[in-house]
Structure formats: structure tokens, C-alpha cells
């Protein structure tokens, strides 16, 4: 199998994608994470968890708001794109419109709410001013999630990879220089300044590929295209809306702690190397989406290659990573601090959690591809979710970052279990014909 996937063009595709996907996303990973070492170095382990804190809320907020529409243009983009320029012309405006009426929307609501997050949930007062702030980058990751999610359906991932390496020099200028100017509320500020410059990049880049493949944002005969909100994006955005506040309530439930701030502070930079380890399966796996739903429509043998080839190499690069940066721990650790050696046993935890996590979004894409969002949401999005969050409400009292860390892995071992059900009751898909419907 392998010596016929490497004569075909499914080989240069793989490795093309796979390699500007890298690319840019290594950009954008690497200058988080030394954003991230220098945000803590400057500012203290204690201010730095409440860095933490603004960021997740803001992740949290964005890809909520997000509404699926970037997973929804990936999909469906790279589906239609060679079966009818018209329709992919309409999911690109379809998602375009929801993304921008979103962004708005969860932007002003984490504005209007900002003081209640920080002194009733967070018990934080002082941070409402900072969660203010990042209600700016929330505008703008919104709209950039939908951007890239459409780069990737048409398979230009060259363009993900300039935009990505401008983005993340933009990303470290500004962000350190801020936080070294203004302390917290600068690094707060560096995120939304930067997250503005991506949306323009983004913005000009997608203008001129979908151009050059002869497709664009088409607003008539949207409601031809409803089906693809009520079959896929709605699922999907449920299960955000379930994954993203169980994420982000058992982060608080830590930070509530005595000490709570300083746990959430080892805690994230322990997840800032899990981030890591995820690095490449996530790059893999955003091309092997795009090329098993296209794959669809053409080949049954070439989908089953790319799904093979893509949980190989996702599975294998995470324990390679994983491996590596647990025996570095500590000086790793020691990057972030003296103090957060300290965090060695969430660190640990929170590897094994990534390279389940791993595998768990390689067989995924069959569920993806099969257009089953409805049926994950039962069976694993919410038994995930729910794990977590009751974990993290038992063990963070007792055992701070570390037990925020487990409740993290047990529940996404609950998660591979659900997706490897579904799977397994999952007939192979057969190529859509031209001129015919695709589901």
C-alpha cells in the first residue's frame, strides 16, 4: 500500500500539505509558546496564572463563537470544491455570514459580562478590566477560525503557512514588548493586537485563493445550504458549546482553590507542552480532513489510504514528542521558572492525555467524514465533558494541577472509547458521483 501511495498523487498532496501546515503552524505554536516563557519570566508565577485564566476564557469564548463554520468550510469546501464551484461558492458565504454576525455577538457579550466572570466566577475582581480587553481578540479569532477553515478546504496551505509565519512574528513583537511596557494588562492587549493583524492577512489571502480556483463568497440562495447548518455545524457548534465552558469551568474550579492561581499557573505550563505534542498530529490531521472528504467523491481507495497513512503518522508523532519532553521535564519546566519544576507530575499526566487525544482525533475523521456530529455528541463529546468537569470539581482540591491534569486524561479516554464505537458501526464510505448530492 505504501509503494502505491508514494507513485500517486496523493503522496505529493500529503506531503505538500502536511509540510506548509507545519510550517505555519509552527509559527503560530512556537511564538505562543515563547510568548508564553516570557509572559511568565517578566510577570511571576502568580500573574501569569492569571494570564492563564484571560486566555482561556478567551479561547474558550471564540471558539464557541466560532459556531463550527471554520471545521464547517474545511469539510464541506473540500467536498464540493470539485464537484461544483457554485455551491462551494455558497458554503464559503454561508459560514462567512454566521462568522461574522458571531463575532460580533460573543464579542459584545464577553465585553457586557466581563466584570461578573471576574468577581462572581473567577473571585477576582481585578481582572475585569483585562477580560475587557479581551473581548477585542475574541472579534477577531471568530473570524479567523472561518478564514483558515476555508484556506484549508481548498487546500492552501502555502497561504496558512505565510499567513501563520507573519502572524506569529506580529504575535511575539507585540506581545512582549507590551507586557514588558505594561505588565498583564499589555500581554492581554498583545493578544487582540495580533489577533487583528492575522484577520486582515487572512483576509487578503483567502480574497486571492478562492479567486484563483474560480470560487468566492456567494450571499444568494444561502437557504439552499441549510441542511449543512442543521446536519453539521449545529451538532458541532453543541458540542463546542459543551467541550468549551467544561474546559474552561474546570480551569476555574482550580483557580477558586487556596493557591489557586499558582496550581493554574503549573497547570498551564504543563499544557503548553502538551500543546506541543500536539503540534503535528493536529497539522496532520487538519490535511488529512480536507483530503478524505474530497477523496470521497473520487476514490474509495484513495479516502481508505489517506485515513491509514493519517492515524500512522498522527499516533507516531505524538508518542515520539510525548517521550521526548518527558525526559526533559524539568529543564523544560525550569524555562517558565525555577518555581515550576514543580509542575513534573501534572506535566506527566498531561502527556499521556495528548497522545490519547492524539489518536482520538485521527479516528475521528471517519465520524467527520461520515457526517455523524449529531451522533458524537452523545457519545462522546458530553461523557468527555461531564468527566471532566466532576474530576476536576474532586481531585483540584486535593491535588491542584495535577488533578486538573488527570481529570483532563480520563476524559479523553472516555472520548476514544465513544469515537472507536461509532466507528466500528460505521460502514466505509462510497465515492459521491458528480451531479449528485453529497451528505
Known amino acids: ?11 505529493t498532496r500529503i506531503q505538500s500539505g502536511i509540510f506548509f501546515n507545519l510550517l505555519g503552524a509552527g509559527f503560530n505554536q512556537g511564538s505562543t509558546l515563547v510568548v508564553n516563557l516570557m509572559v511568565a519570566n517578566l510577570l511571576g508565577r502568580e500573574t501569569f496564572g492569571r494570564y492563564t485564566m484571560v486566555v482561556a ?4 469564548v471564540a471558539a464557541f463563537g466560532q459556531l463550527s463554520m471554520g471545521y ?3 469539510k464541506h469546501v473540500a467536498e464540493f470544491r470539485s464537484l461544483s464551484k457554485e455551491r462551494t461558492s455558497r458554503v464559503l458565504g454561508l459560514c462567512a455570514a454566521v462568522s461574522g454576525i458571531s463575532a460580533l455577538l460573543t464579542a459584545a457579550v464577553l465585553g457586557l459580562s466581563a466584570e461578573w466572570l471576574a468577581v462572581t466566577i473567577l473571585g477576582e475582581p481585578a481582572l475585569a478590566a483585562e477580560l475587557r480587553i479581551a473581548a477585542l481578540s475574541v472579534l477577531f479569532l471568530v473570524l479567523n477560525g472561518f478564514a483558515a477553515g476555508a484556506l484549508a478546504g481548498l487546500e492552501s496551505y502555502r497561504e496558512l503557512a505565510r499567513a501563520g509565519a507573519a502572524s506569529g512574528a506580529v504575535y511575539l513583537l507585540v506581545c512582549i514588548t507590551l507586557t514588558w511596557q505594561y505588565g498583564l494588562r499589555g500581554a492581554v492587549s498583545g493578544v487582540a493586537i495580533s489577533a487583528a493583524a492575522q484577520t486582515l492577512l487572512l483576509a487578503i489571502l483567502l480574497k486571492r485563493e478562492s479567486a484563483r480556483q474560480g470560487v468566492g463568497l456567494r450571499f444568494e440562495g444561502l437557504w439552499q445550504e441549510r441542511g449543512l447548518v442543521t446536519h453539521f455545524a449545529l451538532p458541532a457548534s453543541l458540542s463546542g458549546l459543551v467541550t468549551l465552558p467544561a474546559v474552561w469551568l474546570s480551569s476555574a474550579i482550580l483557580a477558586r482553590q487556596p493557591g489557586g492561581f499558582q496550581q493554574l499557573a503549573l497547570f498551564g505550563a504543563a499544557n503548553s507542552f502538551r500543546i506541543m505534542v500536539l503540534f503535528v498530529p493536529q497539522a496532520v490531521n487538519n490535511v488529512g480532513m480536507s483530503i478524505m472528504n474530497n477523496s470521497r467523491q473520487s476514490s474509495s481507495t484513495e479516502y481508505r489510504q489517506a485515513f491509514w497513512i493519517n492515524a500512522f503518522m498522527t499516533t ?7 517521550s521526548i519532553v518527558f525526559a526533559a521535564a524539568t529543564p523544560l519546566l525550569e524555562l517558565f521558572g525555577p518555581t515550576f519544576r514543580d509542575g513534573r507530575v501534572a506535566l506527566g499526566i498531561l502527556l499521556g492525555a495528548a ?7 485521527a479516528v475521528y475523521q471517519v465520524v467527520v467524514a461520515h457526517s455523524r456530529i449529531w451522533g458524537s455528541l452523545f457519545a462522546v463529546s458530553l461523557p468527555r465533558d461531564l468527566t471532566l468537569v466532576l474530576l476536576a470539581a474532586l481531585l ?4 491542584g494541577a495535577a488533578g486538573l491534569a488527570a481529570a483532563h486524561t ?3 479516554a472516555l472520548a476514544l472509547c465513544g469515537i472507536l464505537f461509532m466507528v466500528r458501526h460505521l460502514k466505509p464510505a462510497a465515492p459521491v458521483q458528480r451531479g449528485m448530492p453529497v451528505s
Open 57 to 60: 476564557t478567551v479561547a474558550t
Open 410 to 412: 480520563v476524559g479523553w
Open 72 to 74: 464547517t468550510a474545511t
Open 1 to 11: 500500500m505504501l509503494t502505491a501511495w508514494r507513485r500517486s498523487g496523493l503522496a
Open 396 to 399: 483540584s482540591p486535593g491535588f
Open 355 to 361: 497522545v490519547i487525544e492524539a489518536l482520538a482525533i
Open 316 to 322: 507516531m508523532a505524538a508518542v515520539g514528542v510525548a
